[in-house]
């Protein structure tokens, strides 16, 4: 599930600096393509810029509902588990090396 996630905020990612990148901050950008006459074309000039920045805030929008939504299909371990497992490793005396129990002193 967390793989989906990924790709679709890959995706998502990329399709947002192709939009911004077409945008001029100036109000050039693809906008200028399409000439002056904004009336007499079925998408004029700025028709465009609005569509532009339309799709600019949906797929932020989109981008962060993803970001906090992928939160949720991370895939956790069990702390309680572990902690258990834990323990055990710590009372096995095939771990734990066996001591002497009078030592030597020099």
Same mark, same amino acid.
């Given at each position: 599930?967390?793989?989906?996630?990924?790709?679709?905020? %890959?995706?998502?990612?990329?399709?947002?600096?192709?939009?911004?990148?077409?945008?001029?901050?100036?109000?050039?950008g693809?906008?200028?393509?399409?000439?002056?006459?904004?009336?007499?074309?079925?998408?004029?000039?700025?028709?465009?810029?609005?569509?532009l920045?339309?799709?600019?805030?949906?797929?932020?929008?989109?981008? %962060?509902?993803?970001?906090?939504?992928?939160?949720f299909?991370?895939?956790?371990?069990?702390?309680?588990?572990?902690?258990?497992?834990?323990?055990?490793?710590? %009372?096995?005396?095939?771990?734990?090396?066996?001591?002497?129990?009078?030592?030597?002193?020099?």
């Amino acid at each position: 599930m967390y793989t989906i996630f990924a790709i679709l905020i %890959i995706i998502t990612s990329v399709l947002l600096v192709l939009v911004v990148l077409v945008q001029n901050p100036k109000g050039g950008g693809l906008s200028s393509s399409f000439g002056g006459g904004g009336a007499s074309q079925i998408m004029g000039a700025k028709k465009t810029t609005d569509f532009l920045e339309k799709a600019t805030w949906t797929l932020a929008i989109a981008l %962060i509902s993803l970001s906090l939504l992928s939160n949720f299909a991370i895939p956790r371990n069990n702390t309680d588990d572990v902690m258990e497992i834990k323990a055990q490793e710590q %009372i096995d005396e095939t771990i734990i090396p066996n001591l002497p129990s009078n030592p030597v002193q020099e």
